[in-house]
């Protein structure tokens, strides 16, 4: 479910998804076992409500785009303002890393869709955090897989980690180029 922005709102609708799978299963009709219901993180006030959203959605995708522009309060298309759509903006970084760490301790699986996992140097820090799923553009997808069969997935989290601890979109940058130029050749 996309553009949810209170709990009670994924209720409704598992709800109603739930009343019409068991109306369609009485009429006779094939259905699947495996249907998973989730959420589209894209609107801020979930990540207060994780707990309660992970208990309800089978799995979360963090909608990067529209997240980071509801984060930021600041509209990505507008030239006024687009320089406040930072992608290595420590909070970011420090949300995303929550986002999966209590997905992963619910058991649900996490994706990221949007336009961060079509950068080399983010999608790394991304795997880093621990994300495994993500959309792309289909032009992204053979650089995304030559830059992380180079890479190890232990430096990728110990870069993570350092990343966490970095105060500043800079530091954040410079630290993320600089471990990645001497772990490969991006």
Same mark, same amino acid.
């Given at each position: 479910?996309?553009?949810?922005?209170?709990? !009670?709102?994924?209720?409704?609708?598992? =709800?109603?998804?739930?009343?019409? /799978? &068991? *109306?369609?299963? +009485?009429? $006779?009709?094939?259905?699947?076992?495996?249907?998973?219901?989730?959420?589209?993180?894209?609107?801020?006030?979930?990540?207060?409500?994780?707990?309660?959203?992970?208990?309800?959605?089978?799995?979360?995708?963090?909608?990067?785009?529209?997240?980071?522009?509801?984060?930021?309060?600041?509209?990505?298309?507008?030239?006024?303002?687009?320089?406040?759509?930072? !992608?290595?903006?420590?909070?970011?970084? =420090?949300?995303?890393?929550?986002? /999966? &760490? *209590?997905?992963? +301790?619910? $058991?649900?699986?996490?994706?990221?869709?949007?336009?961060?996992?079509?950068?080399?140097?983010?999608?790394?820090?991304?795997?880093?955090?621990?994300?495994?799923?993500?959309?792309?553009?289909?032009?992204?997808?053979?650089?995304?897989?030559?830059?992380?069969?180079?890479?190890?997935?232990?430096?990728?989290?110990?870069?993570?980690?350092?990343?966490?601890?970095?105060?500043?979109?800079?530091?954040?940058?410079?630290?993320?180029?600089?471990?990645?130029?001497?772990?490969?050749?991006?």
């Amino acid at each position: 479910f996309p553009m949810v922005s209170e709990v !009670t709102e994924l209720d409704a609708a598992r =709800a109603l998804f739930d009343r019409e /799978v &068991a *109306r369609a299963a +009485a009429l $006779g009709a094939p259905v699947s076992d495996e249907i998973r219901v989730g959420v589209m993180l894209e609107v801020p006030s979930l990540l207060w409500q994780l707990d309660q959203v992970l208990r309800t959605a089978d799995f979360v995708s963090v909608g990067s785009n529209d997240l980071m522009q509801y984060l930021y309060a600041a509209d990505r298309t507008n030239t006024r303002v687009a320089q406040r759509f930072d !992608t290595l903006s420590p909070g970011l970084v =420090a949300a995303l890393a929550e986002v /999966v &760490a *209590r997905s992963d +301790a619910a $058991g649900r699986r996490i994706s990221l869709c949007g336009e961060m996992a079509s950068d080399p140097a983010l999608l790394t820090l991304l795997v880093g955090l621990g994300l495994t799923e993500f959309s792309m553009t289909p032009g992204a997808i053979p650089v995304a897989k030559q830059i992380l069969a180079e890479l190890r997935s232990d430096e990728l989290r110990a870069l993570a980690r350092r990343i966490l601890k970095l105060a500043t979109i800079d530091e954040i940058e410079r630290t993320l180029l600089a471990t990645l130029g001497r772990l490969t050749s991006i």
